[in-house]
């Protein structure tokens, strides 16, 4: 079994609750008075992180206009827009992150980011991060991840349109630099993302082939698909937040609202209680429930000599007389005593 990791005050992997990810992203439509406003509701939901994204137009783009540069004109949220001016809107700045990671911490939350550049790590050093997060179009950027990997703090990657090959110099990469503690998460970098382009199996195949704990970073509507993911040995669910999708915000289409975290919160709990073991038989729950299985009672008052028949001898509950297949072997013998109705049917009766 894949070792736990620590990441702030929990430990992550297959023997603990799902470490849920609450993405704060561009939903601060710039104001940080909304921006602190999303980590107090955050806390509220029981979620255990709250992230960020920690870059600048400059540091993740360039001022230009060509085609390019631009977003498909057919993108269902973006379409046509110019990424330096879509990553004003959206980035958080650097002076931010300081309020914004003492508001988490003085709510218990685990707060981290996902840098973009090496200015990125320098100030989530600073700011004392436990992890940092990998996005999906950076896993090709490997001095990024050697960069973070060096740190020694845990590293959570996501592996949004990665082929094998992609993930496996990924890896290599950051365990080359030094880390030790390595989450995968399953992406589909698209957004919203369809759930049929999921695909949920390929996360035990992950596990399997790069040895190391494997999540879920998910971009589809509502919370059924990370639930299911669970199912598969996600340990990190990772969904976009927002306060309320009808005040707008970049990522909002496609992020939960806060009762929406605390149901994700609770149902994954669920789901991964559910998991159990490989165990087959009865459970210490169903013990009661044993009790009432069927078998054969008496079901009228009879007299010594009455011949055992379908009307004084049925399958019912309780479960203390004969199993109920007996029923093809007593059928038309005879009872030794007088029985009372209600009496379990045993060998010595008749």
């Known amino acids: ?33 909304r921006a602190l406003r999303i980590v107090d509701a955050v806390a509220e939901t029981g979620v255990q992180a709250l992230k960020l994204q920690t870059y600048t137009p400059d540091t993740i783009t360039i001022d230009h206009d060509g085609p390019e540069f631009r977003i498909s004109s057919g993108h269902d949220l973006w379409g046509g827009e110019n990424l330096y001016k879509l990553y004003q809107k959206a980035h958080t700045p650097y002076e931010w992150h300081k309020p914004i990671f003492e508001r988490a911490r003085e709510h218990g939350l685990t707060v981290f980011s996902a840098p973009f550049d090496p200015t990125a790590i320098e100030l989530l050093e600073s700011l004392d991060a ?7 179009s950076e896993l090709v950027d490997l001095p990024l991840i050697k960069l973070a990997a060096a740190t020694g703090k845990p590293l959570i990657m996501s592996t949004g349109m990665a082929s094998t090959v992609d993930i496996a110099l990924a890896v290599e990469a950051a365990r080359g630099a030094g880390a030790t503690d390595i989450i995968l998460l399953a992406c589909t970098a698209s957004y919203p993302s369809p759930p049929e382009h999921t695909n949920l199996r390929r996360i035990p195949v992950l596990a399997a082939a790069f040895e190391t704990q494997v999540g879920l970073s998910d971009h589809t509507l509502g919370i059924g698909v990370p639930i299911a993911a669970v199912s598969f040995g996600a340990t990190v669910i ?11 915000g970049v990522d909002s289409a496609f992020s939960l609202t806060p009762q929406q975290f605390t149901a994700l919160y609770e149902e994954t709990g669920r789901a991964w ?30 007299k010594a000599g009455d011949v055992v028949s379908a009307e004084n001898v049925r399958s019912i509950r309780p479960a203390n007389g004969l199993p109920p297949i007996e029923i093809e072997r007593v059928v038309g013998r005879t009872f030794r005593t007088d029985v009372a109705k209600g009496t379990a049917l045993s060998w010595d009766l008749i």
């Open 1 to 33: 079994m894949t070792q736990s990791i620590r990441i702030g005050d929990h430990l992550v992997g297959p023997e603990h609750r799902p470490f849920i990810i609450a993405e704060m992203s561009g939903n601060h439509n710039g104001s940080l008075e």
């Open 130 to 136: 436990p992890a940092y997060k990998i996005a999906s």
């Open 238 to 248: 990772e969904k976009h937040v927002t306060i309320d999708p009808e005040e707008g």
């Open 273 to 302: 209680q559910a998991l159990g073991t490989t165990h087959i038989g009865p459970t210490e729950s169903e013990k009661e429930g044993l009790r009432f299985r069927r078998s054969l009672y008496v079901v009228a008052d009879v």
